[in-house]
């Protein structure tokens, strides 16, 4: 049997101190030897085995790799346990001369109570206290084997419960853990471009509708550049889909070097790419551009043999515009610079 370890030690000790001090506090369900030794003879039966089997069932299932996803039966699993184990307790209980309904209960709240961690850690506490004042009676009265061994099993169930108390929480954690960065993995497949890792257009179009709304109530500028890379066809019929890959990436990665980080910048599709300018004057949008357009040209690609351009269109918020006017005329000026010869920025 393994080892108990330090930290459920400790917990241990607390869920016996909680219990202790529930106890001191003068609870008239713990005074008296009959409340104390009652409880216990109503909690010890239906705790121990209930844990028992439901961990040896458990390791059962994830031994043969068969896994309890449905909540509903991991739920119910317990509860039926419980109810048997109700039954039989309550069979033997009766010839000792207790009372059957205080039986009842026992089990199936239990068995319920552990997949509510709030509620097993009431009933565990619980049970301790009434450790406690089975303690405070052995050691009051006569010591006889009934005695003791009710002692025992309730410190036994602290050790225990301390330690599904540790091992409930420690994978609730890892799986909270494991919950967010799948999330986060989700979230990139959902809104970002996986060969330039940046925003895609179904992220930029939720964006820009924000930054079009709040520009229009508080009056303020924005501009969107509309950018293309010039000849691209070419580079992926004479070089290879591979190679284009590369100059998409190169062209990404200039764009968002030259952009602020309170811009929006998507790949719009193919060779395209979009920028949303928020809170800046003409000029600066201008100088922004045109940083853009010669950081492209001074690429250097080992496998493109000439000089990889891009052409740029911009336009700026007018008070006529709806967003889809915004975009379209930033795409006018984009045509404007193809047909002007490329490598050039048109637009306001």
Known sequence: MKRPSHTSLILAGITLVGGGLMARAGLPFF???FSSLSLLRIAVPAVLPLMVLVLLVNRAL????VWLDNLELRAGLPTAIAYLLTLAVVALDILHGLPPYLLMPACVVFGMALWNRGLLLAILTVVAAGGLGTLRFVMAGAI???DLTILGTALLLAQFSAETIRHT???TEERVRSLEAENRELWDLSYRDSLTAIFNRRYVQQIA???FTRAVRYHEQLHVLMLDIDHF???NDKLGHAVGDEVLKAVAATIQAFVRSSDALARYGGEEFIVYIVQANPELVQFIANRIRDGVANLHLERVPW???????VAGLQSADTLDSLVERADKFLYKSK???RNRVSGF
């Open 31 to 33: 005074h008296g030897d």
């Open 144 to 146: 006889n084997l009934e």
């Open 209 to 211: 509708t924000q930054l």
């Open 307 to 313: 000089t990889v351009t891009i052409s740029i269109g």
């Open 62 to 65: 994830r031994a043969s790799k």
């Open 233 to 235: 066809k070419r580079v």
């Open 169 to 171: 929480l420690a994978p």
């Open 339 to 341: 047909q002007q010869g």
